[in-house]
């Protein structure tokens, strides 16, 4: 059984080196969850792209990113916010969109065994 979540919470001023080099040291320390302001996203743009905001994958961590606003032509519905975590945590972690839906802030929802 799990004695304790490890946690990491770290403003990565938008910079994608800043993130790999984040996702190196929660391999290295064990971490469960990152927690992220001004994440690195890129924008699908091209003509057959969506418009909504993606984010770089990696193959120990699961991206959840805020629930996107419809409005994709304002710059400030782009998410300020993301989580991801790591896929041999053994709890479920959702995302509570029911709580909170804004571009700044994430509640995420822990589920653990009884």
Avoid: W
């Avoid at 606003?69 to 991801?84: A, E, F, G, K």
Wanted: net charge neutral; proline share 9%; glycine share 4%.
């Amino acid at each position: 059984m799990l004695e304790a979540i490890s946690l990491v919470q770290h403003n990565l001023n938008r910079g994608r080196h800043s993130l790999q080099s984040l996702f190196q040291i929660a391999l290295e320390r064990q971490s469960h969850i990152l927690c992220l302001q001004e994440p690195y996203l890129f924008q699908d743009k091209g003509p057959q792209g969506s418009g909504l905001y993606s984010c770089i994958s990696h193959p120990s961590f699961r991206p959840l990113l805020p629930q996107e606003s419809t409005d994709l032509s304002n710059i400030q519905n782009r998410p300020r916010v993301m989580t991801y975590i790591r896929k041999s945590f053994p709890f479920e972690v959702n995302p509570r969109f029911d709580l909170v839906s804004d571009p700044y802030m994430q509640v995420m929802e822990v589920i653990t065994p009884i």
